[in-house]
């Protein structure tokens, strides 16, 4: 086995990550990286969050493995039923309740949820205790990675319509650029190549 370097001046952390469908994963480790599209771009000067966003975490293991924490976040509720729809034609969220948005507030350290302006729902504070909404709740991908370069290419690559593509973000270069400066371990990681013939 390699032999694992800390991080300069990061402590090694025990976070606990929750899903409300999957559970709860808990991660020791060094969060090497994070970054969040909760305030938009530092040029935005928001004063508000945004209505949905996406918090990237990279964490490296005791053990020399990476590990990789995705969070879809929002404060968006809809009318139940809606008009509405995701891609896929299906509506979005799930059902909830307002001691549920009140719950969501909280997790998400904001005053309230937000109603969708294209289904009009009540705002927040007007809904009956049992009026159902549907919120889209938050959703959790925890990715285990064996070397810097598996890490690079799940926040790099993806599959859709049966092909695959090779993007960075802003963020995720910016995501990337934080772990190579945190983590001596890895710079010396093999970079992911793709080859097309």
Partial sequence: MTEVTAPPGIELVTDTVSDRVAGDTEITGWPIAFISS???????????????WGDVTIYKTQGGRYVVVRESLSLRYHASPTTCRMINDIPPGYAAYRKDLEAAADDLEVPECRPCPECLPPDQADLAEDEQVRYEWPKVQVTVCETSARAVAHLTRSRRGGSD???VSEPVRALLAEAARA????QRGERPMVRIS
């Fill in 38 to 52: 909760k305030w938009g771009a530092s040029d935005q000067n928001r004063t508000s969050p945004r209505d949905a």
């Fill in 165 to 167: 593509h090779a993007q």
């Fill in 183 to 186: 983590d001596p371990d890895w």
